[in-house]
């Protein structure tokens, strides 16, 4: 275990590979916001041996984030109700959610930082999920800590790559950066409002000033119009790109604990890597160590390997394998389970996209047991994005 921990930070924290445009690419500063309304699991049908059950879920979603040279911010809300069907019974549930995360850098602007990860949670229903309870339905859990290196989200190239392949340009390294370096002064408020460079530059005519200076920049200054349809659809909007590392350890704990409920958190060491393979696809990796404060506590392990890709506008793909492992506070194993996930997306229409997934989750046995038969879970997901 401990040679396998040590190997995964190495390979995330020291790893570096060339990654073409994006290594030229600065810092962008941008702000971007999306809401959606969806079925996460519109469908979905589970079976081992002869258990089956039934779910049917629907929700709502908010995301807000904005990357500057020195500091990292982003939150959200999201709203989300379950229906529940085993056998006799059936139950329903409510949650909603407002994570938040931001990142302050000092010295630098990929280098030492302090951050703070954390959810307001609250729930309601039928049943009340394994977090809360009918005397406690709310928590806040937080964490805080440092570390080092940076994670870029680098969108602009993957926008920019979709306005120079609609507008029939060339998709060199020198177009792609140029109308990057575009892109990455739009910037909008939580109203949609054009903010910064452009609205300070050119007042009322920002927007048409914007889209007629990518145009020019991908040398095809009467393509303004086909620029808009980019930057403004969801359809070309889904895919982001990241490029980077980081390394960082904090303490974790729960801020909305019920009377008498004692409990001293967690303390983590997480770290994760990026690299885009392409302008069409993506790699990510991540690890994960947590170790439970309280007398007793114990510990757990995750990885994490996702690889995604465009096939298209339309049609976009996914595949990852992830680990998970604990144990007590003796060292003893109390088992995991590695999952194999595949997930392809369709957009139809203008605004909304349709998603089916595949998972096969394989038990790993605790000390002194044996494992559990595998399980096999296929999904389907309907989201129509507002904007």
């Not at 406690?136 to 964490?143: F, P, Q, R, Y």
């Not at 980081?246 to 008498?260: I, K, L, P, T």
């Not at 394998?321 to 229409?349: H, I, P, R």
């Amino acid at each position: 275990m401990k040679k396998l921990i040590m190997t995964a930070i190495f390979m995330l924290s020291s790893f570096v590979l060339s990654q073409g445009v994006y290594d030229q690419f600065d810092i962008p500063e941008f702000q971007s916001q999306s809401f959606s309304v969806s079925g996460d699991d519109l469908f979905r049908m589970w079976s081992k041996g002869d258990a089956s059950e039934t779910d049917i879920n629907v929700g709502a979603n908010y995301d807000s984030k904005s990357q500057r040279p020195g500091f990292n911010l982003g939150y959200g809300l999201n709203f989300d109700y379950d229906s529940n069907s085993d056998g006799d019974n059936s139950s329903s549930e409510w949650t909603m959610g407002a994570p938040f995360n931001a990142a302050q850098y000092f010295g630098g602007t990929r280098g030492a930082f302090g951050f703070a990860d954390g959810e307001l949670k609250m729930a309601g229903g039928d049943v009340y999920p394994e977090w809360a309870n009918e005397d406690d339905s709310g928590d806040l859990n937080l964490t805080i800590g440092a570390g080092y290196g940076r994670i870029i989200d680098a969108t602009p190239i993957a926008q920019a790559y979709a306005i120079a392949d609609a507008l029939g340009v060339g998709t060199d390294d020198a177009t792609l950066l140029a109308i990057a370096g575009v892109v990455g002064k739009y910037q909008e408020d939580d109203e949609g409002m054009l903010i910064g460079f452009y609205a300070s530059e050119y007042k009322t005519d920002a927007e048409v000033q914007f889209y007629n200076d990518v145009a020019a920049a991908a040398g095809a200054p009467d393509g303004a119009m086909m620029v808009q349809k980019v930057m403004t659809s969801p359809i070309y909007n889904i895919s982001s790109r990241s490029t980077g590392y980081w390394v960082r350890a904090g303490h974790s704990n729960n801020y909305m604990r019920g009377d008498g409920d004692e409990d001293k958190g967690d303390f983590s060491l997480e770290a994760a890597y990026a690299m885009p393979m392409d302008v069409n696809a993506q790699f990510t990796a991540g690890f994960g160590y947590h170790m439970d404060m309280n007398e007793g506590g114990g510990t757990s392990m995750s990885l994490e390997a996702v690889y995604s890709m465009d096939h298209s506008y339309l049609w976009q793909s996914e595949a990852s394998f992830t680990y998970s492992s604990d144990a007590d506070g003796d060292g003893n194993s109390l088992g995991g389970d590695m999952t194999l996930k595949a997930q392809t997306s369709y957009n139809v229409l203008n605004q909304m996209s349709v998603t089916g997934s595949f998972e096969y989750i394989m038990d790993v046995a605790a000390d002194g047991q044996d494992a559990d038969d595998a399980e096999m879970i296929i999904s389907s997901t309907v989201t129509y994005w507002v904007f």
